[in-house]
């Protein structure tokens, strides 16, 4: 079992910035990738961005060049840092881990991107 805590949401305006943090606890070493996602009213969940216990990342393209994902295996924690924001970036951001056999989900935080 993991168990996933978020923080890190807000509200910003156009151009700021925010950093979001999935501090994972439980079977640690079972988590094979972990993973933002978010959800926009009326729209699908979308992958926003990955990070495999290999280290290898995959961006969706409309976040590509202004969010970074990153970990802190010491502090068994990812982050994403969003630079730039834009107002379609709102969103209910969550952090998910996927295990061999089972998927674990964060809380969820908002993001909200308005002027």
């Known amino acids: 079992q993991v168990q996933l805590v978020e923080s890190g949401g807000g509200l910003v305006q156009p151009g700021g910035s925010l950093r979001l943090s999935c501090a994972a606890s439980?079977?640690?070493?079972?988590?094979?990738?972990m993973g933002w996602y978010r959800q926009a009213p009326g729209r699908q969940r979308e992958l926003a961005a990955s990070?495999?216990?290999?280290?290898?990342?995959n961006y969706a393209e409309s976040v590509k060049g202004r969010f970074t994902i990153s970990r802190d295996t010491a502090k068994n924690t990812v982050y994403l840092q969003m630079n730039s924001l834009k107002p379609e970036d709102t969103a209910v951001y969550s952090c998910?881990?996927?295990?061999?056999?089972?998927?674990?989900w964060g809380q969820g935080t908002q993001v909200t991107v308005s002027s």
């Open positions: 990070i495999t216990s290999i280290g290898r990342i």
């Open positions: 998910r881990a996927l295990g061999p056999t089972r998927v674990s």
């Open positions: 439980g079977r640690i070493s079972s988590i094979a990738s």
